[in-house]
């Protein structure tokens, strides 16, 4: 199901001549239109607004843009000029966006090609669309940028942008096997994007590689790539998170998280043990009282038609508007000691390195799993990469989260690919 190529190979043949952004449109529709019937990924593929874009960029002279020609998908809670947000929701018709959000029109700054707009759940949250998993569809793809990471997976196209609020852009990465980033809280502007907590809610990506998303942060952020010996000649120090605080990790994820850090061993890093659980459970309970009260807020006109939404949806907004403002204050205090204790430990470790979910993708479809052990790090806002290449004793992907400092994301890159390398020897 998957293509050979990544996301920084198809960039070099479009930078030597050797593929036209024309031509790696047509190779994304092509495997799109193969493989979209059983996994169902998108919402709308806007082919003519690609081909016209693409002919577009080997018209126009002057600089090439890092991303140039490179196909992506959109998440659907993402505006893009001329296409429909749709949200996953009923409540939302099929008029188009006037215009793009932030992070688009930074994409397209960089000569990214939008294919069209990928499957999220109804609002971001759990009420899951048709998306099937690449490496098994009768398995959930996760929530709720199901659809992004399923069209990576797939190999419709290299580059898909999703969006993480509780766990839904680490989660698909891990259930579907591939490389997520999820950015630092503020790094990337959040217009034109319907979320459901602003003090949560991400931009993120999704790709082959943890090069490729290294390759995308970088043109994003318009700050250059390290030099490859970044981190050589300093050794790696990383606090090693079981989860087993937040829910019962499946034996086989725990062995890929023994695996990852064996193998980061043998790369020179060091590697110890997590010990302030209190903290993380802390964490996750605040950061759904902080979600459920901002979610009430932000949809409070939808919670007006409760009738047409989704049972856990309803329940959500039902619970955030119940809640006291007190307590949503209280839970607001608390995570903001916690991120001051957990950057300080980070000060002295590069990063945590633990299970991206709790086990490989659930069968079925009708839910999308649970995102409890993205909850502690999306409530401190921290940058997230999610390395693929291990899997359970079924053959389901298992990814590995490795959670850094805002600001060290260079850093935080660099051991990601030393851990993804490493990976294909164990």
Known sequence: MRSSGSLREL?????????TPSAAVEQAWQRTHAAEPEIRAWVEIDAAGARTAARELERAAGTRGPLWGIPVGIKDLIDVQGLATRCGSVLRGGEPAVTDADCVKLLRQAGAVVMGKTVTTEFGYFAPGPTRNPANPAHTPGGSSSGSAAAVAAG???LAIGTQTAGSLTRPASFCGVAGFVAAKGQ??????TGLSPSL?????????VADLQLVWSALTRKAPPSTDSIDGDAPLLLQWNGSSLGEVSADMAAAVELAAVAMSREGARCRPWTDHDVVRQLA???????????????ARELQ?????????AELLSSGADTFEADYVAALFRIANA??????????????????????APVGIEATGTPVLSRPWQALGLPVITIPGLKDSAGMPLGIQLIGAPGREHRLFAIAERLEASLVHV
């Open 201 to 209: 809610d991400s931009l993120g990506f999704l790709a082959r590689t």
């Open 305 to 313: 038609q409760s009738d047409l939404l989704s049972v856990p949806l």
């Open 188 to 193: 990337f502007s959040m217009s034109g994007v």
């Open 11 to 19: 960039s070099e043949a479009l930078s030597s001549g050797t593929v």
């Open 285 to 299: 309970g605040d950061h759904a009282t902080v979600m459920a009260f901002e979610a009430a807020r932000e949809r």
């Open 339 to 360: 991120r001051s204790s957990v950057e300080s430990a980070l000060e002295h470790f590069d990063a945590i390195l633990g299970p991206a979910a709790l086990g490989a």
């Open 156 to 158: 419709m196209v290299p």
